[in-house]
């Protein structure tokens, strides 16, 4: 069969960003493995990727041209509107197309998903044998259910991501890293309870972390070498350093089978403060930055939320990585429910203490299949009214009762020593540049160059 896949992924960057380097610009790795398995099963996939395209007039013409009997979208909260306007499209233009949604939207709120006449079929959770089974399903004509739940998919059996599905080489997040860049996925779920994040991730990943082994994950990693010769990488899991015995069998195979480009992984500073000698090992093997959510520098905000740690855990983790080496990217939350002033200020001092590499603060969004999402629906508080809202890097109020003049000036005061360093790189890249200039002329005069 011929399947299109549709990336809707464009609240941030919106249309036409062809040719254009887009920030932060990753492939999206659940699509690259569903395509992966589709094609291991005989049918053809194309991408329509809406960053690529002008508008929803190109869009309708590339479906026409394409010309799909099925087309998949994978949809976060963020996406929503344009997945359904393009599910809508994809009916206009023929209304045989079956039309099938998947990712984080779908399977949080599956009975709101289905309910759209453009989408012929949902699928909740993982979708990598799930949707291999609809298309075989839907090529001889048996009936399916409109909502369809996942199986989850042993992870070492499945084929390795389709990363030319993208046509774009991904963007590293930070200048320090060099080109090719790739993102990887070593393992799926979560084992923490963040009430900001919980249920929600269980809900699509299952109850426990299920991991990649080492030498699949080795395997995968020496292919893209030998394709890409990449010299910088990004795991991607939440909970890249959830088990100590895992990571350290990795670190040890990566340094085995000389790798020796750096990396970023998510991390927590509990885990952190726990496992010194972990930490130190994976600076060994390339470790260059930790993604940390610290979240909160009081202690009540960090107790809702059930982040199970603490204000002074924060500061030890983040001195251990300053002492070892490594990189602090903070992602931190100001505008949480029931939080004062005060504990906003907590949170600004404690980012100040830990002099992070990147500050990377945003508005608390109260997501949906989360408790906090509960709680703002039981309380009134969401002010959420589109999908695009739920942008991270949204300005947006998103809940009643935040003072957001207030923490738009906190932010800026946590970020205060982020700023005054950028600066001050600025000021030496141009003096350095000055310096430069001159001796490139002299030299060219002398024929030197």
């Not at 949080?108 to 959770?125: N, Q, R, T, W």
């Not at 940390?292 to 500061?315: A, C, M, P, Y």
């Not at 590499?357 to 997501?367: D, E, M, Q, W």
Request: net charge positive; glycine share 6%.
């Amino acid at each position: 069969m011929k399947v299109v896949f549709i990336f809707p992924g464009i609240a941030e960057t919106g249309f036409n960003k062809s040719g254009q380097p887009i920030e932060y610009c990753w492939l999206h790795q659940g699509l690259c493995t569903i395509s992966a398995s589709t094609k291991a099963k005989g049918h053809s996939v194309e991408l329509i990727d809406l960053r690529e395209l002008s508008g929803w007039d190109e869009v309708r013409a590339k479906i026409k041209e394409l010309s799909p009997d099925v087309i998949g979208i994978t949809v976060m909260d963020v996406d929503k509107d344009f997945a359904i306007e393009s599910a809508k499209i994809a009916k206009s233009c023929d209304s045989r197309i079956k039309v099938v949604i998947g990712g984080p939207y779908a399977s949080l709120v599956p009975k709101e998903a289905s309910s759209f006449s453009s989408i012929d079929h949902v699928i909740v959770g993982e979708g990598e044998i799930s949707f291999t089974k609809l298309l075989d399903d839907i090529e001889k004509g048996r009936p399916s259910e409109k909502v369809i739940m996942g199986e989850p998919p042993d992870l070492d059996k499945l084929p390795f991501a389709d990363r030319e599905l993208f046509h774009f080489q991904e963007q590293p997040l930070e200048r320090f890293l060099q080109l090719p860049f790739v993102t990887l996925i070593a393992g799926r779920g979560c084992g923490h309870d963040c009430s900001y994040c919980q249920p929600a991730e269980r809900m699509i990943f299952g109850n426990r972390i299920r991991r990649r082994s080492v030498a699949n994950t080795i395997e995968e990693l020496k292919i893209l070498r030998d394709k890409y010769d990449f010299q910088s990488i990004l795991f991607n899991d939440d909970s890249f350093t959830q088990n100590r015995k895992w990571i350290f069998e990795f670190c040890e195979e990566y340094i085995k089978n000389k790798f020796r480009k750096p990396f970023i992984c998510q991390s927590r500073a509990d885990i952190i403060v726990k496992n010194e000698d972990m930490v130190r090992l994976m600076k060994r093997a390339g470790l260059c930055m930790f993604i940390i959510g610290f979240e909160s520098g009081n202690q009540r905000i960090l107790d809702f939320l059930r982040k199970r740690t603490t204000v002074e855990t924060n500061l030890k983790a983040a001195k251990l990585c300053r002492k070892i080496g490594v990189r602090i990217w903070a992602n931190y939350m100001l505008g949480i429910p029931t939080e004062t002033k005060e504990e906003v200020m907590d949170t600004v001092n404690m980012i100040l203490k830990i002099r992070p590499y990147r500050p990377s603060p945003t508005f608390f969004s109260p997501h949906p299949g989360t408790d906090l999402f509960d709680f703002c629906n039981e309380h009134n508080l969401s002010i959420v009214e589109r999908s695009v809202d739920y942008l991270r890097s949204s300005s947006k109020p998103k809940v009643k009762n935040i003072d957001y003049d207030f923490i738009q000036q906190a932010i800026k005061m946590s970020k205060k020593r982020f700023l005054d360093v950028r600066l001050a790189r600025k000021i030496d890249f141009i003096r350095e540049q000055r310096i430069k200039q001159p001796l490139r002329k002299f030299c060219t005069s002398l024929k030197l160059q």
